[in-house]
């Protein structure tokens, strides 16, 4: 995901914390003036069969500033 951000739209990444397992724990990435917080989703975030990952473990919480 990190990389296609990167690719698709110019993004920086400005830092990112991986697990001992390689898993990303936490991310930001700056597309234009927008930065993007992101991690591979593990423990109560892991994806669902209704859930559509779209090809990555990237989860969305949702948030009052998502809704």
Do not use: N
């Amino acid at each position: 995901f990190i990389a296609f951000l990167k690719q698709a739209f110019g993004g920086q990444e400005i830092v990112r914390y991986d697990s001992p397992e390689g898993e990303v724990k936490h991310a930001k990435i700056r597309i234009g003036e927008s930065v993007i917080a992101a991690g591979e989703a593990h423990g109560v975030s892991q994806p669902t069969a209704t859930m559509p990952t779209f090809g990555s473990s990237v989860s969305l919480p949702r948030t009052p500033f998502l809704e």
